[in-house]
């Protein structure tokens, strides 16, 4: 699966359009602004549901700002996918990579933040790139493709994960690591969306609990 070109390597070779913003930021802050207003945004309502209006709303600048910076919707909304996905590695390499916790409980540690951070939240913010695979007719090849690969990136950190969890003799050898890692992802974005319908972190717990009660045991 080849890899779409980063928002950043695109945002260097694009020419800015509109006028930059007079609000006495730097044009970094400026555009890191509007990079973080649309990854909450975004993992609120998605694509089709979050006009540009709402978006310079949230940050305070002119609508001239964010065409000086991006140019298009499309631009922004790579660049807020990148972001979100770095962001998502770190918070999945903080969890799993935890030398203190055997390594299905950084797995149950990783969806205890999750719950707590759905209820901080109401329920109201799922995950970005859930999110946006829910409204695939609507984006660009390189959105997808985009998508994809942060999803295998948590598959690879997922499988790493459970061969510790092999290596420590609590799965057997023979367990196919990535198809189990894929597997949780799937089921895991399942969860997201029940439990932002009834409001409540019992679809997440209740998925993780028959997730790790099936892995093959050692």
Same mark, same amino acid.
């Given at each position: 699966?080849?890899?779409?070109?980063?928002?950043?390597?695109?945002?260097?070779? *694009?020419?800015?359009?509109? *006028?930059?913003?007079?609000?006495?930021?730097?044009?970094?802050?400026?555009?890191?602004?509007? #990079?973080? +207003?649309? #990854? %909450?945004?975004?993992?609120?309502?998605?694509?089709?549901?979050?006009?540009?209006?709402?978006?310079?709303?949230?940050?305070?600048?002119?609508?001239?700002?964010?065409?000086?910076?991006?140019?298009?919707? $499309? @631009?922004?909304?790579? &660049?807020?996918?990148?972001?979100?996905?770095?962001?998502? &590695?770190?918070?999945?390499?903080?969890? /799993?990579?935890?030398?203190?916790?055997? +390594?299905?409980?950084?797995?149950?540690?990783?969806?205890?933040? %999750?719950?707590?951070?759905?209820? *901080?939240? =109401?329920?109201?913010?799922?995950?970005?790139?859930?999110?946006?695979?829910? &409204?695939?007719?609507?984006?660009? $090849?390189?959105?997808?493709?985009?998508?994809?690969? !942060?999803?295998?990136?948590? $598959?690879?950190?997922?499988?790493?994960?459970?061969?510790?969890?092999?290596?420590?003799?609590?799965?057997?050898? %023979?367990?196919?690591?990535?198809?189990? @890692?894929?597997? /949780?992802? !799937?089921?895991? &974005? =399942?969860?997201?969306?029940?439990?932002?319908?009834?409001?409540?972190?019992?679809?997440?717990?209740?998925?993780?609990?028959?997730?790790?009660? =099936?892995?093959? *045991?050692?």
């Amino acid at each position: 699966m080849s890899t779409p070109p980063t928002p950043q390597a695109t945002a260097a070779t *694009r020419r800015p359009r509109g *006028r930059p913003a007079r609000s006495g930021l730097t044009a970094q802050q400026v555009r890191e602004q509007l #990079v973080r +207003a649309g #990854v %909450a945004l975004l993992t609120e309502r998605g694509i089709s549901a979050t006009p540009l209006e709402d978006v310079v709303a949230a940050t305070g600048l002119p609508k001239g700002s964010f065409y000086h910076h991006f140019g298009t919707k $499309e @631009a922004w909304v790579s &660049e807020a996918i990148g972001a979100y996905g770095q962001y998502f &590695e770190r918070k999945l390499q903080r969890h /799993f990579d935890d030398p203190t916790l055997p +390594a299905l409980q950084r797995l149950q540690s990783f969806v205890d933040d %999750a719950c707590a951070g759905m209820a *901080r939240y =109401g329920f109201t913010r799922g995950c970005l790139v859930g999110n946006l695979g829910q &409204e695939v007719n609507q984006l660009p $090849e390189a959105q997808r493709q985009q998508l994809e690969a !942060i999803f295998a990136r948590w $598959e690879d950190l997922l499988a790493q994960c459970l061969g510790e969890a092999v290596r420590a003799g609590d799965l057997n050898p %023979a367990a196919e690591l990535h198809t189990l @890692a894929h597997a /949780f992802w !799937i089921g895991w &974005e =399942g969860a997201i969306l029940r439990a932002r319908l009834c409001r409540s972190t019992e679809p997440m717990t209740c998925f993780v609990t028959h997730y790790v009660a =099936g892995l093959p *045991r050692a």
